[in-house]
């Protein structure tokens, strides 16, 4: 019994040291404190990003984002000024929004804002 518990033990803890924290991209940079609750940040697609002049127009289809799940009928639009643009760590794009799609924090790949 105590062999079985050990390994389980072993198993949840290699788990854990593979996946990112909920404050981390998937490269396992942190996101700051301020953008993020645990789940207001993630990765989204360079589709999802179009640049204008007054700064960046992003697109989430429902389900593209955490914090934009399917039960959401229509896509959130966000207009994000450059000012507002932080730059990518990891050379992604990610965004962090609230649970009503309010803008948090926007980070662009270097060289593209």
């Known amino acids: 019994m105590r062999l079985i518990a050990s390994i389980a033990m072993a198993a949840l803890l290699a ?3 593979t996946s990112a924290r909920s404050h981390q991209a998937a490269s396992r940079w942190e996101y700051p404190p301020l953008c993020c609750s645990g789940i207001d940040c993630a ?3 360079p589709e999802a990003v179009r640049e204008n002049p007054a700064g960046f127009i992003v697109t989430i289809a429902p389900g593209e984002h955490p914090m934009w ?10 207009e994000i000024p450059h000012e507002k643009v932080q730059q990518s760590p990891d050379g992604h794009w990610h965004l962090c929004i609230n649970a009503v799609g309010g803008f948090l924090c926007f980070f662009a790949p ?4």
């Open 43 to 45: 990765q989204i697609e």
């Open 15 to 17: 788990v854990g040291a």
């Open 110 to 113: 270097a060289g593209d804002s």
């Open 69 to 78: 799940p399917t039960t959401r009928r229509t896509p959130l639009i966000l």
